[in-house]
T-cell receptor
Framework: AQSVSQHNHHVILSEAASLELGCNYSYGGTVNLFWYVQYPGQHLQLLLKYFSGDPLVKGIKGFEAEFIKSKFSFNLRKPSVQWSDTAEYFC???????????FGTGTRLQVFP | DVKVTQSSRYLVKRTGEKVFLECVQDMDHENMFWYRQDPGLGLRLIYFSYDVKMKEKGDIPEGYSVSREKKERFSLILESASTNQTSMYLCASRVEGGTDTQYFGPGTRLTVL
């Protein structure tokens, strides 16, 4: 079955540190890939998405992700995190065969001033 | 502005009670979804609906049913609530086609005693 893996369950960083959150997907065909973020007490919202074209995708708030097909990966990056980036981050994939999103288990990021 | 609302932020019910969770979207979206979010498990799809009166089981439909009588409203029903249904329930909607973003509601935290 199609799956999404996020290996970092809990990440703790200081402000200004660089961030990379791992995401691997299992489906070998064409996929749409997403990163969603859930700030404390807020709705889950889209951070960025990849459908086709440039494998380096830029999202809101300075985040970016790189689609590497050969590695089945879509890692999220930010060069310098802020305290306000404290949140839970979910990677998700969707294949053209279904309309469903498959979510990873999430990564909780804590950024300390 | 895009809006998905859920009838309650917090709900406490007793085992065996029938529970209704309501979701309303104001974006004229065809597709609507119900997920449950549990720590360490991410988001899991319970049911989704392509359009009015259409529904399809997700990955964990057991113990749940849904109703979509109007385009803007998607209800999740727990026929006989059990303690293992204590969870955060998220509703989402999306324009038909599957490539577009899912917009999420604020969630309902349900506790079954």
């Amino acid at each position: 079955a199609q799956s999404v893996s996020q290996h970092n369950h809990h990440v703790i960083l200081s402000e200004a540190a660089s961030l990379e959150l791992g995401c691997n997907y299992s489906y070998g065909g064409t996929v749409n890939l997403f990163w969603y973020v859930q700030y404390p007490g807020q709705h889950l919202q889209l951070l960025l998405k990849y459908f086709s074209g440039d494998p380096l995708v830029k999202g809101i708030k300075g985040f970016e992700a790189e689609f590497i097909k050969s590695k089945f990966s879509f890692n999220l990056r930010k060069p310098s995190v802020q305290w306000s980036d404290t949140a839970e981050y979910f990677c998700a994939s969707r294949s053209y065969n279904t309309d469903k999103l498959i979510f990873g288990t999430g990564t909780r990021l804590q950024v300390f001033p | 502005d895009v809006k998905v609302t859920q009838s309650s932020r917090y709900l406490v019910k007793r085992t065996g009670e029938k529970v209704f969770l309501e979701c309303v979207q104001d974006m004229d979206h065809e597709n609507m979804f119900w997920y449950r979010q549990d720590p360490g498990l991410g988001l899991r799809l319970i049911y989704f609906s392509y359009d009015v009166k259409m529904k399809e089981k997700g990955d964990i439909p057991e113990g749940y049913s849904v109703s979509r009588e109007k385009k803007e409203r998607f209800s999740l029903i727990l026929e006989s609530a059990s303690t293992n249904q204590t969870s955060m329930y998220l509703c989402a909607s999306r324009v038909e086609g599957g490539t577009d973003t899912q917009y999420f509601g604020p969630g309902t935290r349900l506790t079954v005693l």
